[in-house]
């Protein structure tokens, strides 16, 4: 597609369960950024792909955060064991290269609602 | 560490006046700046960055900002504000020399332009 995708759109799960949200980058983006942004809060930083490898993944919270990018194209954040505090919308960005000067491409986000 | 800080919650302005969105950042080395909007259900979207050069940078939809490096500032100003302006302002920055090659977001101003 045209831009990134992200699905679901809307997520809603019980406190204990197992999720997983899926990125579909910009045809041809090597960079692939996974924020997350809590309301009335800015993104804030998660794990940053460069091809199929995690070439940062200092944001993410603890263990129970993980990321996979096997192919260097399509992404998915996986959560376990999920808690009330991990709701939050989740983006996505892809960018041509993890160059320093590029803009980042964002998608819509997925809504994570755990009750 | 990197770090923005847009002091405003909120900015009020009435169509036709100048509006500008404050932003002020901290990084070890030179920074990389960008601003970002985010309307209602909407993924963010850029609007102009500083590399390097000129420290007026002119963006979409009219919009400007003005690095100063002494100040460690990058205000987001336009002219002439629209109704249609009204979203959230997202102010990032990267951290040239130590390579860091994620976005560090504030945590967003919300602009309202009453007509």
């Known amino acids: 597609g045209a831009g990134v995708s992200q699905t679901p759109s809307n997520k809603v799960t019980e406190k204990g369960k197992y999720v997983e949200l899926r990125c579909d980058p910009i045809?041809?983006?090597?960079?692939l950024y996974w924020y997350r942004q809590s309301l009335g809060q800015g993104p804030e930083f998660l794990i940053y792909f460069q091809g199929t490898g995690a070439a940062d993944d200092s944001g993410l919270p603890n263990d129970r955060f993980f990321a996979v990018r096997p192919e260097g194209s399509v992404s998915t954040l996986k959560i376990q064991r999920t808690e009330r505090g991990d709701s939050a919308v989740y983006l996505c960005?892809?960018?041509?290269?993890?160059?320093?000067?590029?803009?980042?491409?964002f998608g819509e986000g997925s809504r994570l609602t755990v009750l | 560490a990197q770090s923005v800080a847009q002091p405003e919650d909120q900015v009020n302005v009435a169509e036709g006046n100048p509006l500008t969105v404050k932003c002020t950042y901290s990084?070890?080395?030179?920074?990389?700046l960008f601003w970002y909007v985010q309307y209602p259900n909407r993924g963010l979207q850029f609007l102009l960055k500083?590399?390097?050069?000129?420290?007026l940078v002119k963006g979409s939809y009219g919009f400007e900002a003005e690095f100063n490096k002494s100040q460690t500032s990058f205000h987001l100003k336009k002219p002439s504000a629209l109704v249609s302006d009204s979203a959230l302002y997202f102010c990032a920055v990267r951290d040239v020399w130590t390579g860091y090659s994620t976005l560090t977001f504030g945590k967003g101003t919300m602009l309202l332009v009453s007509p």
């Open positions: 500083y590399i390097t050069g000129d420290n």
């Open positions: 045809s041809g983006h090597t960079a």
């Open positions: 990084v070890s080395g030179n920074p990389y």
């Open positions: 960005a892809s960018s041509p290269a993890g160059g320093d000067t590029g803009e980042l491409f």
